[in-house]
């Protein structure tokens, strides 16, 4: 078992004196702290002499006795197969989980179940994602609520009982033995031991290790429970239960005796050194319920990131048909992972500026232009000015957003004058330097703000443009033009029906606008 020396905790004992005593010892030098250390050697010595049922030392020639590693060889028989198991078993989060629930009542069981993936995953295939967070926030509420201080306190000491098992079996009895055997074999119960004595000074360590985590095995412990959850854990019987009662029953005794820490004392000669038990305080229902919450939300997250892929995928279909789109230059996902190396943002939107770029230049700039501005705007005559004047305006701004995300994107170019700054701030930036790296994410995030700004522009424009379309299509079914009033004469102009035209580039700009929301939220 590993071991910290300098972390070893040994405490000095003082006696309280009262006056008759302290005048005593002025005049029989009974104060005198070598005398008092010496006097309660003498008796440390005497009480292992006397000691009839654990032959364990002979203080005489400082010898350590046979008679203790057989006792640490009957330990190391019983536990040796559960040292095995257990090789991985301290601080695994699936045991904490194990026991935790070995606590839990039917319907608490039936309240984590919900949080369970596929669960979710289920339940999001029918609902909102919004509401299904909603109602699992609540839950977990609920869920959180049930785990009363009684049974906190419960699953906490069962715990703590769990790894006082764990690292008493861990503790390495095979090379405390072949101290006393150098031809002991591990784990072979076939093998005959011979041991034979040996020097005190050569396991006072070994005995301040077992010191330190004998004291932990509680004998009043529901030791049912914690071996059946050991087994729920491997899947095997980690350990006879029978063997293992007998082993606390005589681990219990000597360390109550005291005279492996007599033997300790005597060899090292202090008298007043204590081990601390190193007895396990874990607290593990919080974090628990810290980590179930995390992968809930967690799994929430990759829900809605999937149902939001799905959606941009459809929209994209729909509006682009099966074509990659890819139509910035620069400001691209592959051009920012040069600023992610350093840490830094790099560009945010790549997406929808792709998307907006081949929306506006490949189709509002041909078919949106050839209706909008040659057929409606330039031909048509409009019973309110104001309605034209709307959408002429609209039209104009998104035809000149179209010219400016040219612009924005050719700047990031390695000679454009957004691209070399950001180079020369990124030449600038090294290792934990904060402030080269603070002014590289500046720029960074005024390109991304333009970019932004771009797109909450144009969306608001091309919605200007949808709406007073729709208002255009509806107006083309009734008897008595409200809008327009020569759409007999607009016919003409286009080779197939206008109001189709109309409908298509209406729903068209409407998947457009739904796709730039999956984006910003604020179009």
Same mark, same amino acid.
């Given at each position: ?34 005398? @008092?250390?010496? =006097? ?43 040292? %095995? ?23 608490? %069981? ?81 093998y005959k031991p011979s041991f034979q004595a040996i020097g005190g000074e050569s ?23 914690v071996l059946g959850i050991l087994q729920q854990y491997r899947g095997i019987e ?23 820490? @007599?033997?300790? =004392? ?43 892929? =799905? ?24 051009a920012s992972q040069v600023y992610a190396k350093r840490h830094a943002s790099g ?25 909008? =501005? ?10 309110? %000015? ?138």
């Open positions: 078992m590993d071991r910290r020396k300098a972390e070893r905790v040994v405490r000095v004992h003082k006696e309280p004196q009262g006056v008759f005593e302290k005048l005593l010892a002025l005049v029989t030098n009974q104060d005198d702290p070598e005398r @008092k250390k010496r =006097r309660l050697l003498k008796g440390i010595r005497r009480d292992l002499n006397k000691n009839r049922r654990y032959k364990f030392y002979k203080p005489r020639g400082n010898e350590v006795q046979p008679g203790l590693a057989r006792f640490i060889h009957e330990i190391y028989k019983a536990v040796v197969p559960a040292k %095995t198991i257990l090789r991985n078993a301290a601080g695994s989060k699936a045991l904490q989980s194990i026991v935790i629930e070995n606590f839990m009542s039917k319907e608490q %069981t039936g309240m984590l179940a919900q949080f369970a993936e596929d669960r979710i995953g289920e339940a999001g295939e029918r609902s909102d994602i919004r509401e299904l967070s909603g109602e699992l926030r609540q839950a977990m509420v609920d869920f959180f609520a049930s785990f009363d201080n009684v049974t906190v306190k419960q699953i906490n000491a069962t715990y703590n009982t769990v790894r006082s098992f764990v690292h008493f079996v861990g503790f390495d009895f095979y090379l405390l033995l072949k101290k006393f055997d150098p031809g002991i074999t591990e784990a072979n119960p076939s396991i006072t360590d070994d005995l301040k290790d077992f010191l330190e985590i004998a004291p932990a095995i509680d004998k009043s412990a529901d030791w049912d429970r980690v350990i006879s239960r029978a063997a293992w009662k007998k082993v606390m029953n005589s681990v219990t005794d000597v360390v109550q005796s005291e005279v492996l820490l @007599k033997i300790v =004392r005597y060899v090292e000669q202090d008298p007043f050194l204590v081990v601390e038990p190193n007895v396990p305080q874990e607290h593990i229902v919080e974090p628990y319920l810290n980590a179930v919450k995390t992968t809930t939300e967690a799994t929430i997250q990759k829900l809605s990131a999937e149902r939001r892929e =799905r959606k941009v995928q459809q929209l994209s279909h729909k509006i682009f048909g099966n074509t990659t789109v890819l139509r910035t230059k620069y400001y691209t996902e592959a560009y945010t939107l790549t997406a929808p500026m792709s998307y907006l770029k081949a929306f506006l230049v490949d189709y509002c700039k041909k078919d949106v232009r050839e209706l909008v =501005r040659d057929v409606l705007l330039v031909r048509g005559r409009w019973a309110a %000015t104001v309605t034209s004047h709307q959408l002429s305006e609209a039209f104009h701004e998104t035809m000149a957003l179209a010219d400016q995300i040219l612009e924005f994107d050719n700047s990031l170019a390695d000679d454009g004058e957004r691209g070399a700054k950001l180079r020369k701030a990124l030449g600038r930036t090294v290792e934990r330097d904060q402030k080269s790296l603070k002014l590289l994410q500046d720029q960074l995030s005024e390109v991304n703000q333009t970019a932004h700004e771009i797109i909450v522009k144009s969306a608001q424009h091309l919605t200007t443009i949808g709406k007073i379309l729709r208002a255009v299509i509806e107006d083309a079914d009734r008897q008595e033009s409200e809008l327009i009033v020569n759409w007999r004469e607009l016919q003409g102009y286009v080779a197939d029906p206008l109001k189709n035209r109309l409908t298509e580039i209406h729903r068209q700009i409407y998947y457009f606008v739904e796709l730039m929301r999956i984006y910003v939220k604020t179009v």
